[in-house]
């Protein structure tokens, strides 16, 4: 039986499903394909920010800093939590933050999608619009923020791995499975015949 011939599940999302890692992890180009996957809409928390702030992070952190972008991260998340069940991606330092933590847990599922710094590496390497690698070694901060973050991130509700080379599709059957797995899908239809697109 080929893939095309199996049965179609639609799912409904009963939690907002919340995106966390490090930069490069694949939260939004996962994301989207999860939220096309799953019928909810696709929410960016970096594009919430800036649309917020009218200015792009890196001059948010350029003409005020961390601290103020945290504070306005914050207030996006927490707004997004109280509407109707998405995906939502984070930056990566959001879910260092206990209260974002709290609020995720109390409101949302958290999804880590796990990389290597060699994958991570790859994918950033050539971005000049992540503030925390404009420095002379971004390579050594990225391998800081490694160290320190995976912790952390650790904590999340589902962990789910993304590789170097793995299509973005291997990720999002991942976590559709966690979620079913954990009653956070329900099956809303259960398609016998082939879907032709």
């Not at 939690?15 to 939220?35: E, P, Q």
């Amino acid at each position: 039986m080929s893939p095309m011939s199996e049965p179609i599940r639609t799912y409904g999302l009963n939690r907002t499903v919340v995106l966390v890692g490090l930069m490069g992890a694949g939260k939004s180009s996962v994301g989207r394909r999860l939220a096309d996957r799953l019928g909810v809409r696709f929410v960016d928390s970096d594009f919430e920010i800036e649309a917020a702030a009218d200015m792009t992070i890196p001059e948010i952190f350029e003409r005020f800093d961390e601290q103020y972008f945290r504070d306005g991260e914050r207030r996006v998340i927490s707004r997004l939590l109280n509407e109707e069940p998405c995906v939502l991606a984070t930056g990566g330092g959001a879910f260092l933050s206990n209260e974002n933590r709290k609020m995720i847990g109390n409101s949302g599922i958290s999804v880590w999608i796990k990389a290597d710094l060699e994958t991570l590496w790859e994918r950033v390497k050539d971005k000049t619009s992540r503030p925390l690698l404009n420095g002379d070694d971004p390579k050594g901060v990225l391998t800081k923020l490694l160290e320190t973050r995976n912790p952390i991130y650790e904590t999340a509700d589902i962990v789910v791995s993304s590789a170097s080379g793995d299509p973005h599709e291997v990720v999002v059957n991942a976590i559709i499975e966690a979620l079913d797995k954990a009653d956070h899908l329900s099956v809303i239809a259960k398609n016998e015949e082939q879907n032709e697109h």
